[in-house]
C-alpha cells in the first residue's frame, strides 16, 4: 500500500425520490489497499458504488481518478478510466462459457474471437489471484462462489486498477469468503485497489486495510483497521454503542399455545431436487422465530409450503392444532395464515393493479365487499381508504398501481392486506429488504405489534441483526435441514454464522 | 418404390424445402437477438408480389431480372420487418401481437393483394422464373446429378447461407454478443452491446430473407403471383426454428423434410399413386402442429435452448 490516492470522491450528493440516498459523501481510495466501504442496508454504501461505477448520475460533488476529474455517463466509461464493478446480482450469460463472458463485449478489431487465447488469458488471470474456475465450463454449471469468481475475472480481464465489490460474501460459505479475502489481498499487493463493500463487521476486519463508515447517507469517519476495534466500528456504524437492542416485547410469547406446527414436511424446488428435508417446528402463541441462513437454503421453499403455493412431497402442518390441507393457498389463507413474500411486486401484489384492488385480493369473497359474487366497488374503496390511513400509506389515491409506489410503501399495503385478515400465524420473508430506514422501522414496529396481539411469526431474514433483535427463537437453515435451534437472549452471533455457512465445529471465520 | 421416384421426392424435398429454409434462417437470426417475429408468412408475401414485380420491371439479361428480381423482394421483406422491428423494440409491444397483425396486414387480402392488384402484377405471367441450373454440366449424373446439380441459384445461395449463418452465430464475435443479446439483453448492455441495434439489424435482415423465401414461390416454385401463394409456409418456418433447436444446420435437415411433405402430393399424383391430394397437403401442416405442441412445454424450451430472453422487450433497470 502506498500513499498514492487512486480514487478520491467528494461532496457527493444523489437525490432519489423521497430519499436522499449519499448526503455529502467523501471518499478516498488509495493505490493497492482493501478498503471497505461500511454501513448499515440503506446507509447509502451501494449508491455510493453505483456512482462511482457509472451506473449513477451524482447529483452533486466530484469524483477524481487518479487526480483526474472525471465523469462517467455509463460502466464501460468507468471501465476504461480502470474502474469495474462486481455486482450482488451477476450479469452473467448463463448459456455462455466462462472465457465468452469475460470477453463479451469487448471489441479488438477482429471478426472472430480466439476462444483458446481467451481461456489462455483467464486461465493466467484466475491462476495469479487465486480464482479458481475452469475458462470452458458454462455458467449455469457453476456455484455462485464460482460464478462470482467470474464477474471478478471479467472486471480484471478489461484491466481496472479498482475494483468495487457489493456485498461479495453475502452468497459465500465461509470457506469460499475465505479464499476471496486471499485474492483481494493478492489483488491489492499488485497496486490494484479494492472496494469492498460490507455490514459485516467481522469481514471488513479481516480482510481490509482502512474503513470508512457510512450512516444515513453520509461519511461518518475513515480508519485505519489496525487501529480499530469491532466494538468502534460498529458504534461508528449504528451512532451508538451497541450490543444491539433486542426489543422490548410488551407482551412476552406464550410458548405454551401452539399456533404452527410443521412436522416431517419435504420439499422439492422448481429443478425437482429436494430443498427441505423433513423439516419439523413449532410457533408459539404470540412468538417471533427467526429463520437465519444464505439465500438458497431452503428458506423461500419453506414459506412457500406453509403458505399453501407449494405442494410438499411429505410431511404435515397444522395451524392451532387443526391439519391443513397443503398445497391449497386458499386452505391456507382461511385457516389464519397470512404471507409476506420476498418477491413483494411479483408474489405478494399485482404491480399494475390499484391499491385498492390490491388491499381487496385477499378478502374478495367476503361479504363486506363483494354480493352475488359481484364486487362492491364502492367497499372497496372505503376498505382502502380506512388501511390507507391506519397504515399510513403514502399513495396520491387509492386507484394509483402499487408499482408506482416507493418500497416503503409497497410493503405497507401488503403488510395491511394480510394483518387485516387478523392472521393466526405470518409467514414475512425478508420484510425489510431493500426498504429505507425509516421504512424498516415500520415494518419491524408491525411485526412486533402483531406478536404482542398473539400472531405468531416465522420471520425469515438474511439479515442476521434483524433476527437477533426481533426474534425470540432462531432456526438456522442449511441446505434444506434446519441445523440449529436456539434462543435469541444471548445468542452467539459466530456460532449462528458458522452454522449458516455448514460447519457444526468452532472453527473461527477468518 | 423405385430409385428413380426416391431421387425425384429427395431432389424436389430440396426445391420446396429450400424457401422454407430461407425464412426460418431469418426467423433464427431474428430469435436468437430474442425477438419473436410472428410477421413470417405475410412478410414472405410481400417479398413474393414485390419479387414478381421486379421481374416483370427489371429490363436486362435474365440473369440481371432475376438478380434485381430477388434483391427487389429482400428489400420489401427487410422493410416490413423494420415496421416490426419499430413495433417490438422500439415501441416495446407485445410481440405476439404485433407478429399476428404483421401477418394480417401484409398477407392474404392485404397488402400482398393489394400492391399485386394496384401494380398489375397479376394480370400479366411472370416473364422471367429462377430456373435450375445445371451445375458443371453434372445434372445428368446419375443420382447424385439431380439432387445436388441440378437445383437452382437460391438454393445453392442457401447452402452458403447455412453455412456463413453458423460461422457468424457461433463463431464470430457478433454472433456471440447477437446471442448474449438473445439471452440476457441486461448483461449484454452492461458490457456495452448495443441491444437495440443489434435486434433492429437482425429483425431486419431476418425478414429480408422471409422476403428472399418469397421470393421463391413467385419465380420458382408457381411460377406466377397468385394472393396468398405462400399458403401457410411463413407458419412452418416458424415451426422449423424450433425444430432446428436455433440452428442453421439442422433447420436445413427440417425444411427439406418438410419440403418432402409438401412435395409429396403432386409426385405422387405424377405417379397415379391413389391418396387424398388434400390429406397430402395437410400433412406439414399437422407436422408443424405436433412439433409447436411437442416443443411448446416448458421443459423442452428450457432443454432445447431457447433464447431465454426470447420475445421480451427489453427494458433498461432503473431504480
Redesign the interface.
Given at each position: 500500500m502506498t500513499d498514492q490516492v487512486a480514487v478520491r470522491m467528494s461532496g457527493i450528493v444523489k437525490r432519489?425520490p423521497g430519499v436522499v440516498a449519499n448526503d455529502g459523501v467523501d471518499l478516498e481510495i488509495r493505490a493497492g489497499e482493501v478498503h471497505a466501504l461500511l454501513g448499515e442496508n440503506g446507509a447509502g454504501k451501494s449508491t455510493l458504488s453505483n456512482i462511482l461505477c457509472g451506473l449513477?448520475r451524482a447529483d452533486e460533488g466530484v469524483v477524481e481518478v487518479a487526480g483526474r476529474q472525471s465523469e462517467f455517463s455509463?460502466?464501460?466509461d468507468a471501465l476504461n478510466a480502470g474502474i469495474g464493478m462486481v455486482h450482488q446480482h451477476f450479469?452473467?450469460?448463463?448459456?455462455?462459457t466462462v472465457a465468452?463472458?469475460v470477453?463479451?463485449?469487448?471489441?479488438d478489431g477482429?471478426?472472430?474471437?480466439n476462444h483458446d487465447q481467451v481461456a489462455a488469458r483467464v486461465q493466467e488471470l484466475s491462476d495469479r489471484y487465486a480464482l479458481a474456475v475452469d475458462p470452458t465450463a458454462r455458467i449455469w454449471q457453476l456455484s455462485v462462489g464460482e460464478q462470482q469468481r467470474v464477474e471478478i475475472l471479467k472486471v480484471l480481464y478489461r484491466g481496472a486498477k479498482v475494483l468495487i465489490l457489493d456485498e461479495p460474501t453475502a452468497v459465500l460459505t465461509p470457506i469460499e469468503a475465505r479464499s476471496l479475502f486471499a485474492t483481494l489481498r493478492a489483488m491489492g499487493e499488485e497496486g490494484r485497489s479494492v472496494i469492498f463493500i460490507s455490514h459485516k463487521l467481522g469481514e471488513v476486519m479481516a480482510v481490509s486495510d482502512r474503513v470508512t463508515v457510512l450512516r444515513g447517507g453520509r461519511t461518518v469517519g475513515t480508519v485505519d483497521t489496525s487501529e480499530t476495534s469491532t466494538r468502534d466500528l460498529a458504534s461508528l456504524m449504528v451512532g451508538r454503542s451497541v450490543d444491539f437492542d433486542r426489543v422490548v416485547r410488551a407482551t412476552p410469547a406464550d410458548t405454551d399455545t401452539t399456533v404452527l406446527r410443521v412436522e416431517d414436511v419435504s420439499v422439492t424446488d422448481d429443478r425437482g431436487r429436494v430443498s427441505l428435508h423433513q423439516i419439523s417446528f413449532t410457533i408459539g402463541r404470540g412468538e417471533i422465530v427467526g429463520v437465519a441462513g444464505v439465500a438458497g437454503n431452503g428458506q423461500r421453499e419453506l414459506a412457500e409450503v406453509i403458505s399453501g403455493i407449494r405442494v410438499p412431497i411429505a410431511g404435515r402442518i397444522s395451524v392451532m392444532d387443526e391439519e391443513l390441507k397443503l398445497g391449497k393457498a386458499r386452505a391456507a389463507i382461511s385457516s389464519g395464515i397470512a404471507h409476506v413474500p420476498e418477491d413483494r411486486l411479483h408474489t405478494g401484489l399485482a404491480a399494475g393493479h390499484s391499491v385498492e384492488d390490491n388491499l381487496a385480493l385477499k378478502n374478495y369473497r367476503s361479504v363486506q365487499i363483494s354480493k352475488f359474487r359481484l364486487l362492491k366497488r364502492r367497499a372497496i374503496r372505503e376498505q382502502a381508504s380506512t388501511l390507507v390511513e391506519r397504515y399510513d400509506v403514502k399513495t396520491p389515491d387509492t386507484v394509483t398501481p402499487v408499482r408506482l409506489l416507493s418500497g416503503g410503501n409497497v410493503q405497507k399495503v401488503l403488510l395491511a392486506r394480510e394483518f387485516s385478515a387478523l392472521p393466526s400465524v405470518l409467514i414475512a420473508a425478508s420484510p425489510t429488504r431493500g426498504l429505507d430506514v425509516g421504512a424498516i422501522e415500520t415494518v419491524r414496529e408491525r411485526l412486533v405489534a402483531a406478536a404482542d396481539e398473539g400472531v405468531g411469526v416465522l420471520l425469515i431474514s438474511e439479515d442476521l441483526d434483524e433476527i437477533l433483535s426481533l426474534a425470540d427463537r432462531i432456526l438456522v437453515m442449511y441446505e434444506g435441514r434446519i441445523v440449529d435451534d436456539l434462543p435469541a437472549t444471548g445468542a452467539d452471533r459466530e456460532r449462528i454464522g458458522l452454522t449458516m455457512g455448514g460447519s457444526n465445529t468452532t472453527e473461527a471465520v477468518k | 418404390m423405385n430409385s428413380n421416384l426416391f431421387i425425384i421426392i429427395i431432389s424436389s424435398a430440396i426445391f420446396y424445402g429450400t424457401p422454407l429454409f430461407f425464412a426460418a434462417l431469418g426467423g433464427i437470426l431474428t430469435e436468437r437477438g430474442g425477438v419473436l417475429n410472428l410477421g413470417v408468412e405475410g412478410t414472405m408475401l410481400i417479398g413474393a408480389v414485390a419479387g414478381a414485380w421486379g421481374s416483370q420491371h427489371v429490363g436486362g439479361s435474365s440473369w440481371m431480372t432475376i438478380t434485381m428480381a430477388i434483391v427487389i423482394g429482400m428489400l420489401a421483406g427487410g422493410l416490413v420487418s423494420t415496421l416490426l422491428a419499430f413495433l417490438c423494440i422500439t415501441l416495446k409491444v407485445n410481440q405476439t401481437v404485433a407478429g399476428l397483425a404483421i401477418t394480417i396486414f401484409a398477407g392474404t387480402v392485404g397488402l400482398s393483394s393489394y400492391f399485386a392488384k394496384t401494380w398489375g402484377v397479376s394480370e400479366s405471367p411472370v416473364t422471367r422464373q429462377i430456373r435450375k441450373l445445371d451445375v458443371l454440366g453434372l445434372a445428368d449424373t446419375p443420382i447424385l446429378g439431380p439432387i445436388f446439380f441440378n437445383q437452382n441459384i437460391l438454393t445453392y445461395l442457401s447452402w452458403i447461407l447455412c453455412v456463413a449463418s453458423s460461422i457468424y452465430l457461433f463463431r464470430s464475435r457478433f454472433g456471440l454478443h447477437l446471442r448474449a443479446v438473445g439471452e440476457s439483453p441486461a448483461t449484454a448492455d452492461a458490457m456495452g452491446i448495443n441491444v437495440t441495434r443489434y435486434r433492429y439489424l437482425h429483425t431486419i435482415f431476418g425478414g429480408a430473407l422471409a422476403g428472399a423465401g418469397g421470393v421463391f414461390y413467385s419465380l420458382a416454385i408457381v411460377p406466377n403471383w397468385v394472393d396468398g401463394m405462400t399458403a401457410g409456409a411463413g407458419w412452418i418456418a416458424i415451426a422449423l426454428v424450433i425444430f432446428g433447436f436455433w440452428r442453421p444446420g439442422l433447420t436445413l435437415v427440417g425444411a427439406y423434410l418438410f419440403g418432402a411433405l409438401q412435395s409429396l402430393s403432386s409426385t405422387l399424383k405424377a405417379r397415379n399413386v391413389s391418396i387424398s391430394g388434400d390429406l397430402l397437403n395437410a400433412l406439414p401442416f399437422f407436422m408443424t402442429i405436433v412439433v409447436l405442441v411437442l416443443v411448446s412445454s416448458r421443459f423442452a424450451h428450457r432443454r432445447l435452448g431457447a433464447p431465454a430472453a426470447l420475445g421480451v422487450p427489453y427494458e433498461r433497470e432503473e431504480r
Open positions: 432519489f449513477y455509463s460502466p464501460r450479469r452473467l450469460v448463463p448459456t455462455f465468452e463472458n470477453v463479451l463485449g469487448e471489441s477482429s471478426l472472430f474471437m | -
